[in-house]
């Protein structure tokens, strides 16, 4: 990138802070080599959302391509869910393995999972897999208490967790946000009150979601469930190359006089 004075420090793969994950919902293997030649260097995990994984054409040899480009890649959690709750979990490793996917995500967004019976899931496979694991329901209104936030992740970072992830679906709107879309304020503070930011990646699909979070925690905060289309926007909400987080990264003295200032016209 051509130098520019006063933008953010951005840590290089393989890095645990400043991480983007990447939303693939059927990309075809030409996509999947667009995305990878547009911003390649920008995405650290690729999630196969959702069932997509069942049913995609080529995707072993798209999984070969990310992880060639530095991708950690997963099948979305409503997977792993979908085969525990058949009792077919040896199934689902086998599935991956026959993937060359070495990372899964342990969720518990569309069916009830015992926190300890998940914990031991995430403490046994993370011998083996990279394990990230997803707090919240993705049922509009569930509501999951601060306490059980906090309890949950850091539980399930203790037994293995890489990153817990903070639900938000591909929608934006339940788990750490309201149906509008807005985030929980008090729910985000309370929760940063007992939880490292860098442990935990927050979905953020929706752009303001992106710009509360860049402007209230920094460039290098970890947002997921991001689109394809939207992981070079992203990079320039993060340097502050946008309107929306302009003026984040700038000295004062030259941001003095220079924001713009919206004004009313009284009408005589």
Not at 135 to 162: C, D, H, T, Y
Request: proline fraction near 4%; hydrophobic fraction near 40%.
């Amino acid at each position: 990138m051509f130098e520019i004075s006063h933008l953010p420090e951005r840590p290089v793969r393989p890095r645990t802070n400043g991480l983007t994950m990447v939303m693939d919902k059927g990309l075809s293997l030409r996509q999947a080599e667009d995305l990878i030649e547009t911003g390649g260097e920008l995405v650290d995990f690729l999630k196969l959302g959702f069932g997509t994984s069942l049913v995609t054409n080529n995707v072993v040899d798209k999984v070969k391509r990310y992880h060639e480009a530095g991708f950690d890649v997963y099948c979305g959690g409503t997977l792993f869910e979908a085969f525990y709750v058949r009792n077919e979990i040896e199934n689902y490793l086998r599935f991956i393995d026959s993937l060359g996917i070495t990372c899964l995500e342990v969720s518990d967004g569309s069916m009830v999972i015992p926190h300890d019976e998940k914990c031991e899931l995430i403490s046994r496979l993370s011998k083996n897999y990279k394990v990230l694991s997803e707090v919240g329901s993705k049922e509009e209104g569930i509501l999951i208490s601060p306490a059980k936030w906090i309890r949950m992740m850091s539980n399930e970072l203790q037994a293995g967790s890489f990153k817990v992830i903070a639900e938000a679906r591909e929608s934006g709107n339940v788990g750490i946000y309201r149906p509008n879309g807005s985030a929980h304020v008090q729910l985000v503070k309370r929760i940063l009150a007992n939880v490292a930011l860098e442990d935990i990646l927050w979905e953020a699909p929706k752009k303001p979601q992106q710009v509360w979070f860049l402007r209230q925690f920094g460039a290098n905060v970890n947002l997921g469930n991001i689109g394809p289309n939207d992981l070079i926007p992203l990079e320039c909400l993060r340097l502050g190359l946008r309107g929306d987080t302009f003026f984040e990264h700038l000295p004062e003295a030259l941001a003095e006089g220079k924001r713009l200032v919206s004004e009313t016209v009284e009408e005589d």
